[in-house]
């Protein structure tokens, strides 16, 4: 089995930042891809951004590219989004996904693409 928990929502005002982290266990060893995901109220699953576990090739949506950046602590088995210049349409619920498919990189921003998903974390942007 394999368990993803997200921390490091919150609220925060336009303009700031925030840091989200997805810790990874349990049978991790073939996960090779990680994502993060979006969803706000009324809306379908968003890609926001994706990591290769092994050699760290990134993938952005283009409405973050520029103020978030997706990054890995392999000693940690912690994958994190930083999060700068928010923006009230970042606001949604930002959920960690992990997939263990051998070839990823042309559907990286499908949701069916990862496996296993956290719990999800709430960013609300707002003055």
């Known amino acids: 089995q394999v368990q993803l928990v997200e921390s490091g929502g919150g609220s925060v005002q336009p303009g700031g930042s925030l840091r989200l982290s997805c810790a990874r266990s349990g049978r991790t060893f073939a996960l090779s891809a990680m994502a993060w995901f979006r969803q706000a109220p009324g809306t379908e699953r968003e890609f926001v951004a994706a990591?290769?576990?092994?050699?760290?090739?990134?993938f952005y949506s283009n409405s973050v590219k520029g103020r978030f950046t997706i990054s890995r602590d392999k000693a940690k088995n912690t994958v994190y989004l930083q999060m700068n210049s928010l923006k009230p349409e970042d606001t949604a619920v930002y959920y960690c996904?992990?997939?263990?498919?051998?070839?990823?990189?042309?559907?990286?921003?499908?949701?069916?693409?990862?496996?296993?998903w956290g719990q999800g974390t709430r960013v609300t942007v707002s003055s």
């Open positions: 996904a992990a997939g263990d498919a051998g070839t990823w990189y042309s559907v990286h921003a499908r949701p069916a693409t990862y496996k296993y």
């Open positions: 990591i290769g576990w092994n050699g760290g090739t990134t």
